[in-house]
């Protein structure tokens, strides 16, 4: 995916991953706790104002078409100037309820940048994993 522009933030990927580390998960063992990783980037224009960043996460059971679990992390940024940002961000998940060994599942995010009145907003989905 090719850098944001100046005034934009992006998502670039998510990704489901064994908890506190980060090696992707294709088939999930659906008792055992995950992480979703996201890699973000902010223009540096708009990181020059930037106030704080949040990355929402559902996980849906595509099999169902349901979403099993949402979890989010805000964070207030500080400003830099002339410089883009680029961050690895975590949203921790417990075990998964309500979902079937075999189940398609994937993650849905989305990425907002506020500075000041302005905002930025993106979105990314994750391959799609089985659980176990």
Not at 45 to 67: C, M, W
Not at 99 to 128: K, P, Q
Request: glycine share 4%; charged share 20%; no cysteine.
């Amino acid at each position: 995916m090719a850098a944001p522009n100046a005034f934009d933030a992006q998502i670039n990927s998510i990704d489901p991953v064994v908890q506190g580390k980060n090696f992707t998960v294709s088939v999930l063992d659906a008792t055992k706790p995950f992480d979703a990783l996201a890699d973000v980037e902010i223009g540096e224009g708009l990181n020059e104002f930037v106030n704080k960043h949040l990355l929402q996460v559902s996980v849906v059971n595509r099999s169902t078409a349901n979403r099993v679990a949402f979890n989010e992390l805000e964070q207030k940024l500080a400003p830099q100037d002339n410089t883009p940002r680029a961050e690895t961000l975590r949203v921790a998940f417990g075990p998964l309820a309500n979902v079937t060994s075999g189940d398609v599942i994937e993650l849905v995010a989305t990425y907002t940048v506020t500075a000041g009145v302005n905002t930025s907003v993106t979105n990314e989905i994750s391959d799609t994993f089985t659980i176990q």
